[in-house]
């Protein structure tokens, strides 16, 4: 997986990227991460990239044109050639239709939520670009011509996207095939089910007067199988009941979600 940034903090990311497990995939030549600092393609001396917005309101906008250029110098070296700025949006298009155009993934509050089924269609692609906006956003018409994938990842508003970019890459990271050991791996479908996780216990078997619960102790594989899965239905009603609507339940699970109700009911 090739991961592209336009941004205007490359070190942002390039300092969170390296740590832990992706840091470790770029070691091994699983990822790579290319970020283009937006800055470095304006055309005036002040480098200036935001500027009013047209018809009022407050703040300052992302320019078109530093946006434009940095995504053509990016593209330019997977070997599409995109006219410069006299050029026109149909040249634009032409240019895409000779070759495959690359994903971008506008990073925006104004786009579809971010999934776990998003994050791995994005991990059947070899290259994906990321577009981090800063200020109130970037001007529509640069937007039109390039983003694929408007994404966002809640019901926030961040400052910007470079952190929002970074979560998509590091649940993105994860389903390439190699990043994760085959156990972490297999955590992954339990999110799939549509069901939060259970709780997990680790030593000491006392903590603070705490002890673990026994069923995990016990050795009874099945019993344990059974206790979590009661406990994850429970979180999910719990946490997050919009899950269960979706989460494909057996009539066992149903039983026991009735039971859970008529023991606590809301
Ligand atoms: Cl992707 N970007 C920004 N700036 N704010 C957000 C977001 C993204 N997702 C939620 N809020």
Known sequence: MNYHVL??????????????????????????????????????????VDDYIYGGGAGLLMQAEPVYLAYRALVSQMGITLPDTDGTKEEVYEAFAKKKKPRVVMMTPVGKLFTQKMAEDFSKEEDLIFLCGHYEGIDERVLEMIVTDPVCIGDYVLTGGELASMVVMDAVSRLVPGVLHNEESAQTESFSED????????????????????????????????????????????????????????RKDELFLAQVEKNSPL
């Open 195 to 250: 069901l939060l996780e259970f709780p997990q216990y680790s030593r000491p078997e006392v903590f603070m007067g705490e002890a673990v619960p026994p069923v995990l102790l016990s050795g009874h594989h099945a019993n344990v199988e059974q206790w979590r899965r009661e406990e994850s239905l429970k979180r999910t009603k719990k946490y997050r009941p919009d899950l269960l609507e979706k989460a494909s339940l057996t």
């Open 7 to 48: 941004t205007l903090f490359p070190d942002m990311i390039r300092d969170c990227m390296n740590y832990s497990i992706t840091g470790k995939a770029m070691e091994k030549g699983l990822l790579s991460l290319n970020c283009v600092n937006i800055r470095d393609y304006t055309r005036n001396k002040h480098q200036k």
